[in-house]
């Protein structure tokens, strides 16, 4: 599993595993079903305390992303769809709100729509 952690961001680090799986998992690279590394295996690979791991997958499994299967491992849901709709309408208050943002400094929606072409 390619995950790109950036030491320097002021974003913590457990959220930045949790948004990278979430794009993996969105993005189709991590399918329903897939086993991902345990949580010292993925430590390990980043260089990181484990604990840290174990808090990113505690979030995924509480999103519905991720399911433990004791002594088996770590798998992708089958059932991602949703999360992803989910993950989906998040961003997309987000940038509603950026949006309501830029027009209370006085753009309008088609100032706001040039600049983002």
């Known amino acids: 599993m390619n995950i790109s952690i950036d030491y320097t961001k002021r974003e913590p680090i457990y959220e930045q595993i949790v948004r990278e799986v979430e794009k993996l998992i969105t993005l189709g690279v991590l399918t329903p ?34 399911i433990s299967k004791s002594t088996k491992g770590t798998f992708i849901s089958d059932d991602v769809s949703m999360a992803k709709k989910q993950k989906i309408e998040e961003l997309m208050e987000k940038i509603q709100d950026i949006i309501k943002e830029l027009e209370s400094y006085g753009l309008t929606r088609e100032e706001i729509i040039n600049r983002l072409k």
Do not use: F
């Not at 079903?33 to 604990?51: M, T």
């Open 33 to 66: 079903g897939s086993q991902i590394p345990s949580v010292r295996a993925l430590a390990y690979d980043l260089g990181i305390n484990p604990n840290t791991v174990k808090k990113a997958y505690d979030m995924l499994e509480e999103n519905g992303l991720i």
